[in-house]
């Protein structure tokens, strides 16, 4: 099993920039895929970024490309999301996943490990 926590969240003002946390333990995340989602109030969970076992390919939902980044350090075990440029759309509760599968996936259903979430919070 792999026990995920999120840290880094908080309030900043549209414009600026968060990067979160995801720090594992119980097992290595070398071989795991990690996601990051997001859910708004009211919202289902989306998917923001992905990033496969060796860090060489990532993904990003459409609405994130270009101004957030995912990355990895196995030798931390810990999986970030550095993210730029926040709007108001992108507050929301930030959950880190993980998913034994060797391919990048954007369902929820695909990650079998989650965390407990971090609070993003983006004045305008």
């Known amino acids: 099993q792999v026990q995920l926590v999120e840290s880094g969240g908080g309030l900043v003002q549209a414009g600026g920039s968060l990067r979160l946390s995801c720090a594992a333990s119980g097992r290595t995340i070398s071989s795991i895929l990690m996601g990051w989602f997001r859910q708004a109030p009211g919202k289902e969970r989306e998917f923001v970024a992905a990033i496969a076992w060796s860090g060489g390919n990532t993904y990003y939902a459409d609405s994130v490309k270009g101004r957030f980044t995912i990355s990895r350090d196995n030798a931390k075990n810990t999986v970030y999301l550095q993210m730029n440029s926040l709007k108001p759309e992108d507050a929301a509760v930030y959950y880190c996943?993980?998913?034994?599968?060797?391919?990048?996936?954007?369902?929820?259903?695909?990650?079998?490990?989650w965390g407990q979430g971090t609070q993003v919070t983006v004045s305008s």
């Open positions: 996943a993980g998913s034994p599968q060797r391919w990048i996936a954007t369902l929820s259903t695909n990650y079998n490990y």
